[in-house]
């Protein structure tokens, strides 16, 4: 380059031919050193290049303004030579002294990536003020550029990218001829800047739409959360065979997780296939969206266990009689139960680059692929989930190693291309290189099956633990390698990167190798395994050909996970997630921000951005997108993060941004945090922000589950305020409202209202007649539904149940074709309520896999009905099978040891709370206090108490009676000041506690002050309990008459207990006079009860009175009533 400079080629010239013909990175960088080098002033020089030539004008156009693209959109390619946008003013005079169209657009491309909104706006509105004013250094330029179509056009788009629609606006009105771009940027702009109605008022007034219109205008009202009318275009747009566009939106709006459960929600045609065609495309969109959408930690919700098959296959050079042997193998595996199956690496022809290409088969082509047809046949005839090993795929022109997945209806799930190509040179032992042969995949695979969600790997692709890690971020809970290590690895890591994957992401690994052929090659290590969570061999095979079959129980991982909880004790902040090494480089610093934010996938990754932004000088506008950027991303995260995410709210200063206001307040009702929900609504409102229908229904919601009927009609008001009540949505969550509110005449006015009622709005009506108990209306609206799914099914089964009406309940519920979990809830619990605990059982024992709710309410039934010893050997056969304790069955089994006063199952129950069989709620604490109170341990009560973070009424009501129970009067009674302290208003149960303790120590003024306190101050009505106790303290403290009176005056129907207390006092006080109006009472109540007439026998002996005494007896002797001996009951000693 350099021998032609001082030579009497033109300089100019010169750059145009090497701009021209250069064609890498280094050849551009050189001109650009020419360039800085040059004698002449930058200014002028580059002025007087422009006044030659507009071919150099374009080429040094495209030079300066592309970098400034590439670095932003390709932040790893030239950041130390492309910098800051240093190049666009030279793009700028480019314009000023000869436009055209070509440097306009490239000029617009560089501005629209620059990152920063504001500096695109201002940048593009000087420009294109100058045209229109005329004010440039060529006169009449404005109207060269808008006289031409294109010219216009571009114009119009790149300003509506910066979504500066005013300016835009007026650029548009001036073009004469206006075209779809022009139409389609005008619509673009207006949605994102949440302009919906200025958008339809285009769109609808266009003279054509095609696909890239329909897809603005469905992506514009889903981002702003009109979900409703983008279903309305979604739709209209399917009969126009957009879906490939709608693909598109779906993959890459920010409210796809909305969209997504709204879609599942709502039962929408996009599952129909005829509307969503079944293709590889739409189904890896649909899993990676629905991946991202929702929790990337969470498994799928599988309590059941099931085996798996590893076929370890002897491997021939005859491919019919390789899949002869898969075949006999799949068969054996499934007649020993397994459910899914696993093939080895390479199974349908020998291991060595000679036959790879030879036995390859083009997988498109089902016809001309005799391993897949078979490999789905199987699968469909034996309803099995197979992993189909790996097989060598051509596939145009590319030989790759792949894996197949098929579901039990036969279909191919998915396709996995080996990642990692196996390479090795070990001198005197093995040479082999597969990248030779294959093209290495660039996918990982995760496929949701029968079975769970399952990661593929082949091979060499387990010696790369970050790929085990992808897959256990995205929920993965086993992971499949077919695989064929050879001799020298397979004996030293083969078992060992099995483990290590296992124990390292806290998974299953499941690797299934050729069986050994010493003749061939490539001898393989064999060794098929399946390895646990804790990095446990749960069954390994040898070298020779066979099929093992093992258990997998996906509960273990839970409780590995739960016991070390590696995802909660990571580090990330020290795993350089930000390289630090390029800050203070040229690299702009908004871009690496930016870079960051769209790969972190974790909270520690998030603060750590913030983290940086706070230490760094940031233009405020820079800041504010940020902020809202990092809020975005922090609330599409698993797990609750609402603290940081309220922290990170508060620095957005005056945030009127209605997008984050809406998925704050979604994101708490998600997490059952309805109160902060309805409080960030009543912010939004006063500070101005408009509320979308998406909000109304989110908060509507959180009223719902309050339930908040005040705040709820306050909405209501609002609703009607912004003009939602026609939205579906919106009408669909009032009436949920006002049914769980117990509102069912509001809510029946609005389900009469809606033009178009769905599945959802009809099942919340039913829902909430049968929790009033209306089970009349709620099966006349059951009986007119057009359609019923299994919710609405359930919702009459469970109201009927809880209703008592078992009869009609077990009617329907015989009647469902699919049954659930709930339903079978409903029946358990109903059967329980009615005492009928042999129906409970049989319905229990009908159940095929029955999950943790099941059991639980089994144990609940047996504990309520007086069962104790059934419940305690359910509890017993729950832990037993594996299956999770949850608060219900714990509750259960505490309350049957309490009715059987067992100690040792009382330690045992306390022993499996305090290891974390179940989670220490406010009720198994509650239960706990009753139970030790009842087994007589009160300070093992008093412990459990003190350990409480939050207490009720029930706590402390509990705790008194068991105090008072115990003769601890004065504990009990400070106690109950300490309850008033905090605010806690007392019930009937605990007054019958104090009175109770009162009366065991005679604290007669005490327990009549609590009487009062009861009665006066609180104003609780006495039952016959608490004046049993004020009874039973006038009597120890032999104040007889005052207790006598009190029965006769107060208590309408004094029971047994009342004057058994008074007969009880009489003896020991020796009042025969009131004992025997007490005794007479008594004999009518319990006249089969010897022990009233032996009481007051008893009494006159006292006194000396043996003829009264006599007469009692020979009383009892003509009634034929034997006093029976009295005996103890103590524990039996084990």
């Known amino acids: 380059m350099s021998l032609l400079l001082g030579t009497n080629q033109p300089f100019y010239n010169l750059i145009t031919h090497y701009l021209y013909v250069s064609n890498t990175l280094n050849q551009l960088k050189q001109i650009h050193t020419l360039v800085l080098k040059s004698q002449l002033n930058p200014t002028t020089a580059t002025i007087s290049w422009f006044s030659c030539s507009s071919g150099s004008y374009n080429s040094l156009a495209t030079t300066f303004a592309m970098p400034i693209t590439c670095s932003t959109k390709y932040p790893s390619v030239g950041t130390s030579f492309f910098g800051p946008p240093s190049y666009i003013p030279m793009c700028?005079?480019?314009?000023?002294?000869?436009?055209?169209?070509?440097?306009?657009?490239?000029?617009?491309?560089?501005?629209?990536?620059?990152?920063?909104?504001?500096?695109?706006?201002?940048?593009?509105?000087?420009?294109?003020?100058?045209?229109?004013?005329?004010?440039?250094?060529?006169?009449?330029?404005?109207?060269?550029?808008?006289?031409?179509?294109?010219?216009?056009?571009?114009?119009?788009?790149?300003?509506?990218?910066?979504?500066?629609?005013?300016?835009?606006?007026?650029?548009?009105?001036?073009?004469?001829?206006?075209?779809?771009?022009?139409?389609?940027?005008?619509?673009?702009?207006?949605?994102?800047?949440?302009?919906?109605?200025?958008?339809?008022?285009?769109?609808?007034?266009?003279?054509?739409?095609?696909?890239?219109s329909w897809t603005t205008m469905v992506a514009g009202y889903a981002n702003n959360g009109d979900m409703e009318t983008a279903k309305e275009l979604y739709e209209r747009m399917v009969e126009k065979d957009s879906v490939a566009s709608?693909?598109?939106?779906?993959?890459?709006?920010?409210?796809?997780?909305?969209?997504?459960?709204?879609?599942?929600?709502?039962?929408?045609?996009?599952?129909?296939?005829?509307?969503?065609?079944?293709?590889?495309?739409?189904?890896?969109?649909?899993?990676?969206?629905?991946?991202?959408?929702?929790?990337?930690?969470?498994?799928?919700?599988?309590?059941?266990?099931?085996?798996?098959?590893?076929?370890?296959?002897?491997?021939?050079?005859?491919?019919?009689?390789?899949?002869?042997?898969?075949?006999?193998?799949?068969?054996?595996?499934?007649?020993?139960?397994?459910?899914?199956?696993?093939?080895?690496?390479?199974?349908?022809?020998?291991?060595?680059?000679?036959?790879?290409?030879?036995?390859?088969?083009?997988?498109?082509?089902?016809?001309?692929?005799?391993?897949?047809?078979?490999?789905?046949?199987?699968?469909?005839?034996?309803?099995?989930?197979?992993?189909?090993?790996?097989?060598?795929?051509?596939?145009?022109?590319?030989?790759?190693?792949?894996?197949?997945?098929?579901?039990?209806?036969?279909?191919?799930?998915a396709k996995h291309r080996k990642i990692h190509l196996f390479d090795i040179d070990i001198p005197g032992e093995i040479s082999f290189k597969e990248s030779d042969t294959f093209t290495a995949g660039d996918q990982p695979t995760i496929v949701d099956t029968e079975v769970g969600r399952i990661g593929i790997g082949i091979c060499h692709d387990i010696r790369f633990p970050e790929l085990a890690a992808l897959y256990r971020k995205r929920g993965v809970d086993i992971i499949c390698y077919p695989g064929a290590f050879n001799m020298s690895t397979g004996e030293l890591l083969w078992e060992l990167v099995q483990r290590a994957r296992a124990v390292d992401n806290q998974l299953f690994v499941a690797t299934c190798s050729p069986s050994r052929n010493s003749t061939g090659s490539y001898t393989t290590w064999g060794h098929s395994t399946l390895v646990g969570p804790s990095g446990e061999i749960i069954v390994t095979s040898g070298h020779e050909e066979t099929t093992v079959i093992a258990e997998i129980d996906y509960s273990n991982i839970q409780l590995q996970r739960k016991?070390?909880?590696?995802?909660?004790?990571?580090?990330?902040?020290?795993?350089?997630?930000?390289?630090?090494?390029?800050?203070?480089?040229?690299?702009?610093?908004?871009?690496?921000?930016?870079?960051?934010?769209?790969?972190?996938?974790?909270?520690?990754?998030?603060?750590?951005?913030?983290?940086?932004?706070?230490?760094?000088?940031?233009?405020?506008?820079?800041?504010?997108?940020?902020?809202?950027?990092?809020?975005?991303?922090?609330?599409?995260?698993?797990?609750?993060?609402?603290?940081?995410?309220?922290?990170?709210?508060?620095?957005?200063?005056?945030?009127?941004?209605?997008?984050?206001?809406?998925?704050?307040?979604?994101?708490?009702?998600?997490?059952?945090?309805?109160?902060?929900?309805?409080?960030?609504?009543?912010?939004?409102?006063?500070?101005?922000?408009?509320?979308?229908?998406?909000?109304?229904?989110?908060?509507?919601?959180?009223?719902?589950?309050?339930?908040?009927?005040?705040?709820?009609?306050?909405?209501?008001?609002?609703?009607?305020?912004?003009?939602?009540?026609?939205?579906?949505?919106?009408?669909?969550?009032?009436?949920?409202?006002?049914?769980?509110?117990?509102?069912?005449?509001?809510?029946?006015?609005?389900?009469?209202?809606?033009?178009?009622?769905?599945?959802?709005?009809?099942?919340?009506?039913?829902?909430?007649?049968?929790?009033?108990?209306?089970?009349?209306?709620?099966?006349?609206?059951?009986?007119?539904?057009?359609?019923?799914?299994?919710?609405?099914?359930?919702?009459?089964?469970?109201?009927?149940?809880?209703?008592?009406?078992?009869?009609?309940?077990?009617?329907?519920?015989?009647?469902?074709?699919?049954?659930?979990?709930?339903?079978?809830?409903?029946?358990?619990?109903?059967?329980?309520?009615?005492?009928?605990?042999?129906?409970?059982?049989?319905?229990?024992?009908?159940?095929?896999?029955?999950?943790?709710?099941?059991?639980?309410?089994?144990v609940a039934c047996y504990a309520q009905n007086g069962y104790a010893k059934e419940a305690i050997e359910m509890y017993k056969e729950m832990r037993e099978e594996k299956v999770t304790v949850n608060e219900v069955a714990m509750v259960g089994a505490i309350s049957a040891c309490t009715q059987l006063g067992d100690n040792e199952v009382a330690a045992t129950l306390a022993k499996h709370v305090e290891e974390g069989c179940c989670e220490r709620t406010l009720f198994v604490s509650n239960a706990l206090i009753h139970m030790h109170s009842k087994c007589g341990d009160i300070e093992q009560a008093w412990r459990e108490f003190n350990r409480m973070s939050i207490r009720d009424v029930i706590s402390y009501s509990a705790l008194i009676a068991a105090l008072a129970d115990h003769g601890k009067a004065e504990d009990a009674m400070n106690l109950f000041s300490e309850m008033q302290k905090e605010g806690i208003r007392p019930n009937q149960v605990t007054f019958v506690g104090l009175l109770n303790a009162?009366?065991?120590?005679?604290?007669?003024?005490?327990?009549?002050?609590?009487?009062?306190?009861?009665?006066?101050?609180?104003?609780?009505?006495?039952?016959?309990?608490?004046?049993?106790?004020?009874?039973?303290?006038?009597?120890?403290?032999?104040?007889?008459?005052?207790?006598?009176?009190?029965?006769?005056?107060?208590?309408?129907?004094?029971?047994?207990?009342?004057?058994?207390?008074?007969?009880?006092?009489?003896?020991?006080?020796?009042?025969?006079?009131?004992?025997?109006?007490?005794?007479?009472?008594l004999f009518k109540i319990e006249p089969h009860d010897a022990g009233n007439y032996v009481l007051l026998a008893n009494t006159y002996a006292e006194i000396n009175k043996w003829d009264d005494a006599e007469r009692v007896r020979k009383m009892m002797s003509e009634r034929g009533m034997i006093k029976s001996p009295g005996c103890s009951w103590i524990e039996k000693l084990r």
Not at 136 to 158: E, H, I, M
Not at 744 to 769: E, N, P, Q, S
């Open 92 to 212: 700028f005079m480019i314009i000023l002294v000869n436009p055209s169209l070509y440097m306009l657009k490239c000029t617009g491309l560089a501005y629209r990536h620059l990152g920063s909104p504001s500096l695109q706006f201002s940048m593009h509105v000087l420009v294109f003020r100058h045209f229109l004013k005329g004010t440039s250094p060529r006169k009449g330029c404005a109207v060269w550029f808008l006289g031409k179509q294109d010219s216009a056009n571009c114009t119009s788009s790149y300003v509506c990218k910066m979504w500066a629609c005013t300016g835009c606006k007026d650029i548009f009105d001036r073009m004469d001829d206006k075209d779809l771009v022009a139409w389609t940027a005008m619509v673009c702009g207006y949605s994102k800047m949440g302009l919906m109605g200025e958008a339809r008022w285009l769109f609808d007034n266009m003279e054509q739409r095609n696909a890239v």
């Open 246 to 413: 709608f693909i598109q939106i779906f993959q890459h709006s920010i409210l796809s997780q909305h969209f997504f459960f709204y879609i599942k929600k709502q039962n929408l045609g996009l599952w129909n296939r005829r509307c969503w065609p079944e293709t590889e495309k739409n189904r890896a969109v649909l899993t990676e969206t629905s991946t991202r959408s929702f929790s990337l930690n969470s498994s799928p919700n599988l309590s059941s266990k099931f085996k798996i098959a590893l076929c370890q296959l002897s491997v021939t050079s005859d491919k019919n009689q390789n899949l002869d042997r898969a075949s006999r193998s799949i068969r054996f595996s499934v007649e020993q139960g397994a459910k899914l199956l696993v093939l080895p690496e390479m199974w349908n022809c020998p291991y060595s680059s000679d036959y790879f290409a030879k036995y390859a088969e083009d997988f498109d082509n089902r016809d001309a692929s005799p391993t897949l047809s078979m490999l789905s046949e199987a699968a469909c005839c034996h309803g099995i989930t197979i992993i189909g090993g790996s097989l060598p795929e051509w596939d145009h022109g590319r030989l790759y190693n792949t894996c197949c997945i098929f579901g039990p209806d036969g279909k191919l799930k």
């Open 563 to 858: 016991s070390l909880p590696l995802d909660d004790q990571k580090r990330e902040d020290i795993y350089k997630f930000i390289d630090v090494s390029l800050l203070g480089t040229n690299q702009p610093f908004y871009n690496l921000i930016t870079h960051y934010l769209y790969v972190s996938n974790t909270l520690n990754q998030l603060k750590q951005i913030h983290t940086l932004l706070l230490k760094s000088p940031t233009k405020p506008n820079h800041r504010y997108h940020i902020l809202v950027q990092l809020l975005k991303r922090l609330l599409q995260l698993p797990g609750d993060n609402l603290r940081y995410a309220h922290y990170l709210f508060d620095q957005i200063p005056k945030c009127r941004n209605q997008f984050l206001w809406t998925s704050l307040i979604h994101s708490h009702v998600l997490h059952d945090h309805f109160g902060q929900s309805i409080t960030l609504y009543a912010k939004m409102h006063w500070v101005g922000v408009s509320p979308s229908g998406f909000t109304f229904s989110s908060v509507l919601n959180a009223c719902a589950r309050v339930p908040a009927l005040f705040e709820g009609k306050q909405v209501h008001a609002r609703v009607v305020q912004y003009g939602f009540l026609g939205n579906k949505i919106v009408q669909t969550a009032l009436l949920h409202m006002y049914a769980k509110c117990g509102l069912v005449l509001d809510a029946r006015d609005i389900f009469d209202r809606m033009d178009d009622k769905d599945l959802v709005a009809w099942t919340a009506m039913v829902c909430g007649y049968s929790k009033m108990g209306l089970m009349g209306e709620a099966r006349w609206l059951f009986d007119n539904m057009e359609q019923r799914n299994a919710v609405s099914w359930t919702t009459m089964v469970a109201g009927y149940a809880n209703n008592g009406d078992m009869e009609t309940a077990k009617e329907l519920y015989e009647r469902m074709v699919e049954k659930d979990s709930v339903a079978w809830v409903a029946m358990i619990s109903g059967y329980g309520k009615c005492g009928n605990v042999l129906e409970a059982k049989i319905v229990f024992e009908e159940i095929q896999m029955a999950d943790a709710s099941c059991w639980a309410a089994m």
């Open 998 to 1081: 009162c009366s065991h120590v005679g604290l007669i003024e005490e327990g009549c002050q609590y009487f009062e306190l009861m009665t006066q101050v609180f104003g609780i009505e006495p039952l016959k309990e608490h004046y049993a106790c004020m009874v039973d303290l006038l009597g120890r403290a032999g104040q007889l008459e005052k207790a006598y009176n009190l029965i006769i005056y107060n208590i309408v129907a004094a029971d047994a207990k009342i004057w058994g207390s008074l007969l009880g006092a009489c003896k020991v006080h020796g009042n025969t006079k009131l004992s025997e109006i007490a005794a007479m009472h």
